[in-house]
């Protein structure tokens, strides 16, 4: 396929060099539909990124865009703060009904500000003032977000290194796998908080993701995320997930950490909640953590009506019955069974993943980049992760067919074969 050079200039000469995913895709991108993206002259690819986990249910779904266009036409309130709105109470009683009530969660509904990050600052702050702490424990590889309290519970260094600050108030402690098997589960864990020699200062809460997307996709085990549970408990300490990636269906069920049977006291949600791409977070937390005073913690964009309407939406087409999660088990097993088929191909290499995110890490560091650029000529967009940028991450919407499916794997593994 022939990639025809796009005007670049503007881009290149006004935006910040902190731009990032578009230098691996270097093409003007002008509409997009469901599992696919068409760049301004013409050419489609199939996206397999589906904007980092925000577009679980793809671009533009009919349902969606139908009721966001009835809004804004008949002059819904597109922003109104905290104020209450039809849009927010539409949104609030659905998420109970389809959501909360059927898998007995008590939480209360707090919306922080519009991205993930901001959800984890609400989290890190409501931790520390329930508990009067101020020690997070986060674990090797986390990403939890860009400002300065994300980026203290954030693992890769690179990223870290950008706060041009101390990143403190946090104690970081091996994710599950880290050592390989060769000590057991919490064990330096456990030691360091009944030792009153270690050093660690009681944490007021552990924040931690039940599968690591930017770290590599690193799949924590249901059994060590109950044992989790059960040392936050033992040890007074709070258990924050963040369910920002990997949350609204992406593993399969709604929350990702429904698998393990935990009930965890503070979750975050954001990228695919509002289901259309609009900016939304939300922070949930046990009703007896609500400690909060009125404007104690507030922001201008913390009522994103707009998501609302979408969110609502979202919920009602693709949550009210469990054929989307039986979906994205059964392609689990394909995406499953072709990364198996390309491991065995590459010596070193190794796959992993749950639902609809899987990655395979490659024994070349550089080989997931090669690949990834091979795979946009070929018509196919999914990012890299990881601290080397060595794992090929693959997080094609849950809508996708399974011919779109079939056909993007397909890529997938041309890419890695011939790149190696």
């Not at 270690?198 to 007021?204: F, H, I, M, N, V």
């Not at 109950?226 to 949350?247: E, F, K, T, Y």
């Not at 979202?314 to 088990?329: C, E, F, G, P, V």
Request: aromatic content about 8%; overall charge neutral; glycine content about 10%.
């Amino acid at each position: 396929m022939t990639i025809t050079p796009p005007g670049l200039g503007v881009f290149e000469a006004l935006e910040s060099e902190v731009r990032s995913y578009c230098r691996g895709w270097p093409t003007v991108f002008e509409r997009a539909r469901g599992s696919w993206m068409v760049d301004e002259h013409g050419t489609s690819y199939l996206d397999f990124f589906a904007g980092a986990g925000s577009l679980n249910y793809g671009h533009n779904p009919p349902p969606l865009k139908r009721a966001l266009l009835d809004y804004l036409e008949r002059d819904g309130v597109t922003h109104g703060l905290d104020m209450s709105t039809r849009a927010k109470r539409g949104f609030l009683e659905t998420f109970r009904d389809l959501v909360l009530r059927p898998r007995e969660l008590p939480y209360k509904v707090m919306f922080p500000g519009p991205t993930g990050t901001n959800a984890v600052e609400a989290a890190l702050k409501l931790a520390r003032k329930v508990k009067g702490r101020g020690t997070i424990v986060s674990f090797t590889n986390a990403f939890h977000g860009m400002s300065l309290g994300s980026l203290a519970v954030t693992g890769n260094a690179f990223k870290r290194a950008g706060a041009g600050v101390p990143l403190g108030h946090t104690t970081t402690m091996p994710y599950d796998h880290y050592m390989d098997g060769k000590t057991p589960d919490f064990l330096w864990f456990e030691r360091l908080l009944g030792d009153r020699g270690s050093g660690l200062d009681q944490p007021a809460a552990v924040i931690v993701e039940t599968v690591q997307g930017e770290g590599g996709v690193n799949v924590a085990r249901p059994e060590w995320l109950r044992a989790l549970a059960r040392l936050c408990r033992r040890h007074d300490m709070l258990l924050i997930v963040d369910d920002i990636q990997m949350g609204c269906g992406r593993t399969g069920a709604f929350f990702s950490f429904e698998e393990a049977g935990i009930t965890p006291d503070i979750v975050t949600v954001s990228k695919s909640i509002s289901g259309y791409g609009l900016p939304l977070s939300l922070c949930l937390f046990r009703p007896e953590l609500d400690v909060w005073e009125p404007g104690e913690h507030n922001g201008t964009f913390r009522g994103n009506n707009p998501a609302f309407v979408t969110a609502a939406a979202a919920l009602d087409t693709y949550w009210s019955d469990d054929a989307l999660a039986r979906q994205t088990r059964a392609h689990a097993q394909t995406i499953e069974a072709a990364l198996r088929d390309t491991a065995a191909h590459h010596s070193g290499s190794a796959y992993r993943g749950r639902g609809m995110v899987w990655g395979l890490e490659l024994a070349d560091p550089r080989h997931a980049g090669r690949a990834a650029r091979r795979a946009f000529e070929l018509g196919l967009l999914f990012e890299t992760s990881g601290a080397h940028c060595q794992v090929v991450k693959l997080m094609p919407p849950l809508t996708v067919t399974t011919d779109e499916l079939d056909h993007g794997l397909r890529i997938a593994q041309r890419a890695v074969h011939e790149t190696a």
